[in-house]
Each structure stands twice: as C-alpha cells, then as structure tokens.
C-alpha cells in the first residue's frame, strides 16, 4: 500500500508570492495534519482536518490555510510568502482510535519550500 | 503551555556502545508520549510509544518508559548499530479525543551518529 504521499517535493518561491502544497494520506486514513519543520527544529503543529472538518490549528497566521478535499486528501495554502516560510511542510494521516492520543500518525517526506 | 524537552546533540557513538537521550516534558492532564525517528533523506517514523504512566514502548531494541514522576520519558538502547544513525524527536499527544490527535508536540530533536 502506498504511504503518504506530498507534492511537490521541493519548490522555490520569491517573496508576496503564494504557494499550495498537496497530500494524499494512506488509503482509509480519514485525518490529515500538517507541520512545519524549520531547520534544526522538531516539525510544529499547522492544522488538522478529520472529515473535511477543522478540527485543529497551531500558532500561525491567517497567511496559513488548508483544506480537505470528500476523498481526504488536503491542501495546504501559503499567501504573501515571507523569507521565514522556508522550510519543510510535512503531511501526516491517521486513523482516529477510540481512545485518544493512542494512534500513529504516519509522515510523508514532505515538501521542501524555499522562499527567495 | 505543553513542551518537550531533549537532549541537545549530535551525539556521537561507536558500535555497540549504550544509547541514552533524555527527553522531559511539561504537560496538563495526562499526555502520550511517543518517540519519532527520522533517517536521512525519508519521512519522519513512529519508534516507539506510551499512552499512560509506567507504561514501556519498545521497538528495535530502543525502550523508553513514561515516568509521570519526572515527567520524562529517556530512550535508550543497549547496543547501538550505524544503521541507527537518525534523528530522534519526542513527542506528546495532549490525548484529548479526536480533535487533537493529530497535534503532536515535538522537541527539537537529537541527532545520532554511529561510527563502527
């Protein structure tokens, strides 16, 4: 079965520009999250969608959006990019269990966004 | 708010040597726990987890027990191989259901090099 899978894989952008980055989740994973790693730092929590739903958001402007599209997969769209947005956005799937916090999410190797 | 905290690297070992990173957390309510591996080049990896207090996660002979006492919960290995050359991240789950599930807290990671 295929894994996460996120497109594209690298990308280069200049600044005020705007950026959309793709997620597919494992085959009957319903939740996709993204993250935002920065060099040298652990990855940070962005969104999180279950059933097209938000049903989570970090600590990052409204510049960030996403989406989550009837068959799971999600978008996640960056406007007015700034030189700060460089960085590795990682998509992750799982399956909700029926006790919280127990499951595995699974990663994508993400989408390397420079911004120049 | 929540954090992790971890051991700064790199940390540097020779075959078979004994592998400990510390990891210490701050959380309200009662958190899981959980150990990512990132090896060079893929996506970020699940290794190992722990979803109550005392519990022990054990994967590739890595184990980490959740010790609500010091609120840590330290990996260790007792012989380390170069294929374990990663970088590791702790991580919790606020564990409230569903909704939050996806949002992982991460430390900023340790990077491990294995010399043979």
């Known amino acids: 079965d295929a894994g996460v899978t996120q497109s594209p894989t690298h990308l280069i952008k200049t600044r005020g520009q705007h950026v959309t980055l793709r997620c597919s989740p494992i085959s009957g994973h319903k939740s996709v999250s993204w993250y935002q790693q920065v060099l040298g730092q652990g990855p940070q929590f962005i969104f999180q969608y279950y059933e097209k739903e938000e049903r989570g958001r970090g600590n990052f402007p409204d510049r960030f959006s996403a989406r989550q599209f009837p068959n799971y997969s999600s978008e996640l769209n960056v406007n007015a990019l700034l030189l700060g947005d460089s960085a590795l956005y990682l998509c992750?799937?799982?399956?909700?269990?029926?006790?919280?916090?127990?499951?595995?999410?699974?990663f994508g190797e993400g989408s390397r966004l420079t911004v120049l | 708010g929540d954090s992790v905290t971890q051991m700064e690297g790199p940390v540097t070992l020779s075959e078979e040597a004994f592998l400990t990173i510390n990891c210490t957390y701050t959380?309200?309510?009662?958190?899981?726990l959980f150990w990512y591996v990132q090896y060079p080049g893929e996506g970020l990896q699940l290794l190992l987890k722990?979803?109550?207090?005392?519990d022990k996660g054990s994967n590739k002979g890595f184990e980490a027990t959740y010790r609500k006492e010091t609120t840590s919960f330290h990996l260790e290995k007792g012989s380390v191989q170069v294929s374990d050359s990663a970088v590791y991240f702790c991580?919790?789950?606020?564990?409230?259901?569903?909704?939050?599930?996806?949002?992982?807290?991460f430390g900023k990671g340790t990077k491990l090099s294995v010399k043979p």
């Open positions: 991580a919790l789950s606020e564990g409230n259901y569903g909704g939050s599930q996806g949002n992982l807290i």
């Open positions: 722990a979803t109550k207090a005392d």
């Open positions: 959380a309200t309510g009662y958190p899981s």
């Open positions: 992750a799937s799982s399956l909700l269990s029926g006790r919280a916090g127990t499951g595995e999410l699974f």
